[in-house]
């Protein structure tokens, strides 16, 4: 594993959370109350791209079925809506190690 500098954390701040491209990889960052998270960007269900974020239930949406995804540990806690019985504890997703490091943030992937 190796650490990549991504995006400012200025604008992560803004945004709350992002997707963005590391290496071959899409990782769904977020801050929230000045704490850094990481997780694979891609939805376990049908690859969508992740997300809009619930900083206050620390959760990433999914905007294609609205799966949502625990951003401490990357796990499925809500299922897509076109799958409501879906096996959510087979599909979460990886969580990375994040830092921020001379104002831009770094994940370790
Ligand atoms: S692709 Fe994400 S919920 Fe379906």
Redesign the pocket.
Known sequence: MTWHKTISAKALKGAGGSSVKVGDEVVYIASVNDKLYAINGV??????I??IIEPEKLKVK??????EFNLTDGKMVTP????PDILMDKLPLKVYSVKEENGFIEVDV
């Open positions: 939805c376990s269900h049908a690859k969508c992740l997300g999914c905007l294609c079925h609205h799966a897509p809506y076109v799958a």
